[in-house]
């Protein structure tokens, strides 16, 4: 790609692709219990590395994972893919879930900090096959306010020990984003945002604080690709299936999303992108903060979202016509 559309990376001052790719998808299935599953699924790791090389080609410069992306399984695809690339590129990755390998179960959450951020570290560091991370993310949203003082103090001390380089939460909670804010090296805050769920309050807290805005959930967990139209069209082994009430796919949640989808429809589409571009357009016209990263598991999925850089941000016109469709003045 001969021009690639940018951002920087809140107050950190580091110029990554104003599209990163979301590495969920490819960790495969996990389980926070025996019938509660919270991957996507079975996945070709084949076709992630060769996904992940086509998103290299292709100028994205930041990929987004987790520990917790398949019970490690997600770091480690990643860390093998990038190579010789790693210096590169820009890695994000989670902590927070204590979780065993081998039958990819969820333990525990965050009940140690001392020990357990550093544990998670190494542990981070050694799958994703590199000797720093990034921007490193506490992975619990709802996370005590005063134990995560701690938390950011460990963070801090991470970072001079060039562990990490920054850090950040994954919260919608912009009390939680602003206590964060006050640590030097926070440089972001992953939360949902899409053309179905805006976030008006966690946003304001990362144009205040100069804090990236990682968007997760960017396309709805699918819905707004416009190729689903039930629950089961996705696997049993799929987070999707759940009734999580965060979940797009809830059986509640679901058919009010559709109906949206279809009055909005026309719009996205209107200068000759998909539905997906023209979402992921709208989120960069939504503000100057804004990082989408949309999940994958096959090359042509990140060609699709890649391409949308060659379209930039939707028009003012056009959000102005989503705004008064799905959010009409009262």
Known sequence: MSETLTRTLGRSGIEVSALGMGCWAIGGPSWLAPDLPTGYGEVDDTESIRAIHRALDLGVTLFDTADAYGAGHSERILGQALGQQRANVLIATKFGNQFDEETRMRTGGLSDPQSQVRRSCEASLRRLQTDYIDLYQLHVGDYDLERA?????????????????????????????????????????????????????????????????????????????????????????????????????????????LRQLDKVRQILT????????????WLWAHSGHTIPIPGFKTVQQVEENVATMRFGPLTWQQMSEIEQLLRPAF
């Not at 001390?157 to 030097?184: C, H, M, N």
């Open 149 to 257: 003082v701690e938390v950011r103090d460990i963070l801090e001390q991470l970072v001079t020990e060039g562990k990490i380089r920054f850090y950040g939460w994954s919260t919608d909670d912009p009390d939680r984003a602003r206590l964060f804010a006050q640590g030097q090296h926070c440089v972001a805050v992953q939360h949902t945002l899409n053309v179905f769920e805006d976030n008006p309050a966690i946003l304001t807290a990362c144009e205040e604080n100069n804090l990236a805005s990682l968007n997760r959930g960017p396309l709805a967990m699918g819905l707004l690709t416009g190729k689903y139209t039930a629950r089961d069209q996705v696997g049993e082994l799929d987070i999707r299936r759940s009734s999580f009430s965060w979940n797009p796919f809830n059986a509640e949640r679901m058919p009010g999303f």
């Open 270 to 281: 209107r200068d000759g992108r998909t539905l997906a571009q023209g979402a992921l357009g």
